[in-house]
């Protein structure tokens, strides 16, 4: 189909408000950390930096525990992401290949999780949490985080898995392959793209998880970004430059993940398999 | 190579009985095809075998032993599916390799096999290609391949050419006759094809709402049908079969029968049994290519008008009707083109009807 000039910039434009809607805070935030704070808080803001400075940047990382909130974020959500990811692999393929009783109603059963905000389930997960000694611990937050991630990523999973053709799984079977097996090197390289979205998810989520990581952890050493850093902002009035340095520092490790994930979202995985 | 048995073997999906109970021995180096249209228990019957279902009922052995309850790894069978199943990220060395490495066999023999098998399909200068960068023969040489390096006492394929265009298909095909003749190995080969079941069989299990209706060489099955079903089903253009009215027989092993739709009156129709009951009312069989064109003058048994000629170049057919299900179809020389409207004349072969009753078996 051809498209006419007009049709051409009206995609053009309409992709253009897109990117911006998008991109724009995020431009705001990582431009303005390398403002001088005379710049940052202009009258006239300005779209591109007048001023080059690390200075934010330095004081983030010096006068502040950030370096410590960024490795136990990295910690908590790296953890969660592979815990989650060793946990609803099994159980997704479990839920797509076992024939058990009352598959389906455990299946939906399982997002009833979501059915509850988390706040309310926070005291009593607290009293719980403190009786087994683990408030004020890394290991409580990854906890909760890997609970919360499951179901959403057991779900994912399973439809990742029955999306793969019936008879590779069967002839994976003649060719002999335990189950075991047949989930590592065969469903498991197939599903790549839905692992990687899930693992995704279960970092992100974990990344700026804000309300249990602020009940669960007590001291300062333990805290992760999101806790950690609305603390500098209160402890030292608002320094809009620590905040946006602080800010585009948070955003760099998703950034990573998706740049090494991503990757494996290829489509056309089992293209060549089946007809 | 084996003997494949089953024993009264059944399956049910729920209330649903898609195989009756049924018996059917393959014999050792047999090539066995089982046809039947889509719907019939074919594919069950052949994923039975495979393991990949259990049968609700009755004994599966393969070589004598009793592989019912097994998994299918542990049976000797390789299988050819019909969408190739090729595992998409491994190559088409490790693709073949996998089934070997799974039964422990060391890395150099594994190689070792993988090449004589590849050598056999010719697919030496693809080991190291993915299957979506082969084309569908190949990718089906591949699935081949994957079942040879195994060598399993019983080759199972489940309609593995029916995702190729024709001339691939007909490629294929001979390619598989040529692996049986090599290998000599125990096949078991489903497809709804006819044309595939009549040039690779060395016999055929004809089935029909999971019921074996005749089991046969194709010679057997074309010649001496046990149904209208069979004789319906095995022959392209498939058999005339239309209404008859029985007027007795002349003791000498015929019927003497009526056909109106063929103007034919005190027909002397050939029986299988001299000694049968004949019935009032019968279906009366002739294959387009035993009808015999004759010229004016010559002695003829029937007159068909010409609705529609389709000429194949190699053959050409004779339609008395526009549709099929009403129309008779009969084979004319090559060159004998005649206008519609016309009618032309046809001698039938001697001994080449069938008789069947109204339900449809023969007589």
């Known amino acids: 189909m051809k498209r006419t000039l007009g049709w051409n910039l009206a995609l053009a434009a309409g992709l253009g408000f897109f990117v911006a809607l998008v991109g724009l805070p995020f431009w705001w935030v990582v431009s303005g950390s390398f403002k001088l704070p005379r710049e940052i808080i202009a009258r006239v803001p300005t779209m591109f930096p007048q001023s080059f400075t690390w200075q934010h940047y330095d004081k983030l990382l010096s006068s502040s525990d950030y370096g410590t909130y960024l490795v136990n974020s990295l910690f908590v959500s790296g953890l969660s992401a592979v815990l989650t990811l060793l946990l609803a692999i099994p159980a997704g393929y479990a839920f797509f290949r076992l024939e058990f009783r009352g598959r389906e109603t455990w299946y939906r059963v399982i997002l009833l999780a979501y059915a509850f905000p988390s706040i309310v389930v926070l005291i009593p997960l607290f009293t719980m949490f403190a009786k087994a000694g683990l408030v004020d611990t890394r290991l409580a937050l990854i906890i909760v985080n890997v609970a919360f991630a499951l179901p959403f990523a057991i779900w994912m999973l399973r439809s990742f898995f029955g999306s793969i053709p019936r008879e590779i799984e069967e002839a994976a079977r003649l060719d002999g392959g335990p189950p075991l097996t047949v989930l590592r090197r065969i469903m498991i390289p197939l599903t790549a793209p839905g692992i990687a979205a899930v693992a995704i998810f279960a970092f992100v989520t974990s990344w700026t998880e804000y309300v249990f990581a602020s009940v669960m952890i007590l001291s300062d050493a333990k805290r992760t970004i999101p806790v950690g850093f609305s603390g500098i902002i209160g402890q030292y009035q608002v320094d809009w430059g620590l905040l946006l340095a602080g800010a585009s520092l948070a955003i760099l490790p998703v950034v990573i993940v998706f740049a090494l994930i991503g990757r494996w979202f290829v489509t056309g995985l089992t293209e060549g398999a089946v007809k | 190579m084996a003997v494949t048995e089953l024993r009264n073997v059944s399956k049910s999906f729920g209330s649903v009985r898609v195989i009756e109970p049924l018996d059917l021995t393959v014999e050792n180096g047999e090539f066995m095809v089982i046809v039947g249209p889509s719907g019939c228990g074919k594919s069950t019957l052949l994923r039975m075998v495979a393991g990949l279902e259990i049968p609700s009922d009755g004994q599966i052995l393969i070589d004598g032993t009793d592989v019912t309850g097994k998994e299918p790894s542990d049976r000797g069978v390789a299988m050819v599916f019909q969408t190739y199943a090729l595992y998409p990220h491994m190559t088409v060395r490790e693709n073949m390799a996998f089934g070997l490495e799974m039964a422990g066999m060391p890395k150099a023999e594994r190689e070792r096999q993988v090449l004589t098998a590849a050598r056999t399909l010719q697919l030496e200068d693809y080991l190291d290609r993915k299957p979506r960068q082969l084309s569908g023969g190949q990718r089906q040489r ?222």
């Not at chain 2, 001979?174 to 000599?184: F, Q």
């Not at chain 2, 074996?212 to 010679?219: D, K, L, N, Y």
């Open chain 2, 142 to 363: 591949v699935a081949i391949g994957r079942t040879i390096v195994r060598d399993p006492k019983v080759f199972l394929f489940d309609e593995p050419l029916s995702n190729l265009d024709a001339e691939l298909r007909v490629q294929m095909r001979l390619e598989i006759a040529k692996l049986h003749r090599e290998l000599g190995a125990t096949m078991i080969y489903v497809t709804h094809d006819q044309v595939e079941a009549m040039t690779l069989a060395t016999r055929i299990v004809v089935l029909r709402d999971g019921r074996i209706e005749q089991v046969g060489t194709p010679s057997e099955l074309y010649a001496d049908p046990d149904s209208t079903f069979v004789a319906g089903f095995i022959g392209s253009p498939r058999m005339n079969l239309v209404p008859a009215m029985v007027q007795g027989g002349d003791g000498a092993g015929h019927a003497l029968v009526d056909v109106p739709s063929l103007g034919l009156k005190g027909y002397r129709a050939p029986l299988r049994d001299p000694h049968a009951a004949l019935p009032g009312e019968a279906v009366f069989g002739v294959r387009p290519e035993d009808l015999i064109w004759t010229m004016e003058g010559e002695t003829s048994d029937i007159a068909l008008t010409c609705e529609i000629v389709e000429d194949l170049g190699s053959n050409v057919f004779l339609y008395n009707a526009a549709s099929r299900d009403a129309s008779i179809v009969a084979e004319l020389p090559r060159g004998v083109h005649p206008a519609p409207g016309d009618t032309v004349r046809f001698r039938i072969s001697d001994g080449t009807s069938y008789l069947f009753t109204e339900a449809g078996v023969r007589i």
